[in-house]
């Protein structure tokens, strides 16, 4: 290649697998060279050497993200937490739960553990959790709406499987969903507020407190109905409304009013109310693969 097709190609890129991957150190090696402004004089080769070392950076230290444990770095395929004193009984608690769920084998069961992560890792010092597909974190980002009602319909889905199991997760929010750009999946990626269902609720989101439906707080059980209001916070949140409380969004001619009605309306998560929601999606939207671009 060119010095002139490298740096198309480079710019064109979204993410560091399109141009490093596999034996990526050597690819850098040349490409760099090629592309260095010292070596090349094609206006765009600064800008292309910069999105070069910025891929470089994340393939070595990943993208620093934040949950209620602490700081982590995301990878494209795997998530690396530091365990801590501070954080270690939340962690540990997060990876008991999550091999609690990969014991569901029945037939069902396993075609959910793909909105799972494919294995945890943890060691005294690091919990590494790995993932078959390239996967982004929710966190500060906004869909449009036929990418959010993808999003939500995947969450539904998996709330529904923690409901047959008896489980509320009892912590959906940004930081705890990833989506799968490529294949319009999405995996739930840390379990520490995991509670059986109609038991008593011991810990929440801190951060996320005022997502959480109001009966939790004088009831105290973990009850099915919690997890899907927290998914339409997201729902909601991914629409544009930070707050999540959905009334901005109202006046919002790219929103959907049909489906933002259905995030506002209490439900109890029962097959029903998945089906009432399928429907609303079949007669506005087409049935289509939108590409995601993240």
């Known amino acids: 290649m060119t010095d002139i097709e490298i740096i198309n190609k480079i710019l064109k890129s979204k993410k560091p697998s399109d141009i490093l991957s596999g034996e990526w150190k050597d690819t850098y090696k040349h490409y760099s ?3 260095h402004p010292d070596m090349c004089n094609h206006p765009d080769a600064s800008t292309a050497m ?3 070392n910025e891929y470089k950076d994340l393939i070595n230290n990943g993208r620093q993200s934040t949950d209620e444990t602490g700081d982590f770095r995301v990878f494209e395929k795997k998530i690396v937490y530091k365990v801590t004193d501070k954080n270690r009984a939340l962690i540990r608690k997060s990876f008991e739960n999550f091999k609690l769920l990969k014991l569901n084998t029945d037939k069902a069961s396993v075609g959910f553990h793909r909105y799972l992560p494919e294995s945890m890792r943890l060691s005294k010092n690091e919990l590494i959790i790995n993932f078959k597909d390239r996967a982004v974190p929710l966190t500060g980002e906004k869909l449009p709406q036929h990418h959010v009602n ?13 409901r047959k199991i008896g489980y509320s997760h009892m912590g959906m929010n940004p930081t705890t969903v990833f989506v799968v750009p490529e294949t319009h999946g999405v995996i739930i990626t840390s379990f520490y507020h995991m509670t059986h269902l109609d038991h008593k609720a011991e810990t929440i989101s801190a951060k996320y407190k005022m997502w959480y439906p109001t009966t939790l707080f004088t009831k105290k059980i973990a009850t099915q109905d919690i997890d899907l209001e927290l998914a339409k916070k997201i729902a909601l949140y991914l629409l544009g409304d930070r707050s999540a409380a959905g009334t901005k969004l109202k006046r919002d001619k790219d929103v959907n009013q049909e489906i933002l009605n259905f995030l506002l309306t209490k439900h109890e998560c029962e097959l029903d109310d998945y089906e009432k929601y399928r429907e609303i999606i079949k007669k506005n939207f087409k049935r289509k693969f939108y590409p995601l671009d993240l």
């Open 33 to 35: 060279r090629m592309v």
């Open 50 to 52: 910069a999105k070069l």
């Open 150 to 162: 993808w999003v939500f319909s995947r969450m539904f889905e998996i709330l529904m499987w923690f």
